[in-house]
């Protein structure tokens, strides 16, 4: 039985959707009744999600297309890059899928990513829904409409915004997630607190424990607060011109951390949760947060079971190599590395950073 749900919106004109959060949502044909109908779905999943879910959805979606498709990817983040793109095309090309076709990600956020990037080129673009299995895509990377692959040099690089027709944050589906995965998607929740609401912070400060036993209470108010921010940002600024940069707070240390371990070495959250601590620290040292500040973010950081310490990723010479890194960071220009800082707890600003105060916080934020 559908359980009460939650909703919240993104408006973006034309291309607004809603995001339901709550549980029981998975196989409930009722809420796909606002996306398009056509004669043809290829649910996109991986071989982990697939044997768990796949059917309850091919179940819910039976109703509305004729053929419903399926395509499993393998799971990882190191999976993320063309040779497996080209997979999904291999889909809708062999079963002769048109432009009406309805794409489904049903999977954590790589899965997203490479569905959503896969229905933005198809046919120049092919309408697609978002069904996260993961904390973190539910809270972060199934909202807003960023879709992308990994290239060797650099996390996300390659990809377009695009936008679903509907997310559905079934909580019931985090029953079967890793403990190390749902950590991660912890990460994704925590920022949201340091960039626009320390009221939020100081809930999870009091409710990370409800969270790590996932009580479902507590992560329909956590998934629900991430969104309605997200949301805020998103409708404010959709391409990242300005605004939306704060989400990626943490993430400029974090995708050095990822790309200089190997896809895959690290989770997402585990290379933010320390990138979290990095760039609150670089914060610090700009005189825009104090200590204390930073000691509560890497307690809470560490309470959630993440890494708050980087990695080393060259022992060489591992700061030219966070610094190498950086400098093909999206949110780099010029070759000038620029950093999501906390300017003050609860507001977030993009901020150049001279490198000798940068290799100051990476030598003092590894790991030995």
């Not at 080209?86 to 889909?91: E, K, L, N, V």
């Not at 060797?152 to 019931?172: E, H, R, S, T």
């Amino acid at each position: 039985m559908l359980q009460p749900l939650q909703e919240v919106r993104i408006d973006l004109g034309d291309r607004s959707y809603r995001i339901a959060i709550g549980s029981g949502l998975l196989a409930e044909p009722s809420l796909y009744a606002t996306v398009p109908q056509a004669s043809t779905a290829l649910i996109v999943s991986n071989t982990t999600v697939g044997p768990l879910y796949a059917a309850q959805l091919r179940t819910a979606l039976n109703g509305r297309y004729a053929r419903i498709h399926e395509v499993l990817l393998p799971d990882g983040e190191e999976h993320k890059n063309w040779q497996v793109l080209q997979r999904i095309f291999d889909a809708l090309l062999s079963h002769g899928c048109d432009r009406k076709t309805v794409l489904f990600a049903l999977g954590g956020g790589v899965v997203g990513d490479m569905t959503g990037f896969a229905a933005a080129s198809y046919m120049r673009g092919v309408p697609f829904v978002q069904v996260p299995t993961t904390l973190l895509a539910q809270v972060d990377s199934s909202v807003g409409g960023k879709t992308a692959i990994n290239h060797p040099l650099g996390k996300n690089m390659i990809g377009a915004f695009y936008q679903p027709q509907l997310v559905v944050c079934d909580l019931d589906v985090l029953d079967t997630l890793p403990a190390r995965e749902f950590s991660a998607g912890l990460a994704e929740v925590i920022k949201y607190g340091p960039i626009a609401d320390m009221a939020f912070f100081a809930w999870l400060e009091s409710n990370i424990d409800a969270l790590m036993a996932r009580d479902r209470a507590a992560l329909a108010h956590a998934v629900r607060r991430c969104c309605e921010i997200k949301a805020q940002v998103v409708g404010a600024d959709e391409r990242e011109a300005g605004l939306r940069a704060i989400l990626n707070f943490g993430h400029t240390f974090g995708h050095a951390i990822e790309a200089g371990m190997g896809y895959g070495a690290w989770l997402h959250g585990e290379g933010v949760g320390a990138g979290m601590v990095m760039a609150a620290e670089l914060s610090r040292r700009l005189g825009l947060v104090d200590a204390d500040f930073v000691r509560r973010l890497t307690a809470l950081i560490g309470r959630a079971g993440l890494p708050v310490r980087g990695a080393v990723i060259d022992a060489n010479d591992n700061v030219g190599r966070y610094l190498q890194l950086m400098r093909v960071d999206k949110k780099a220009e010029g070759g000038e590395i620029r950093f999501v800082v906390i300017d003050g707890p609860g507001r977030a600003a993009m901020r150049p950073a001279p490198d000798a105060l940068v290799r100051a916080v990476i030598e003092d934020c590894f790991a030995p």
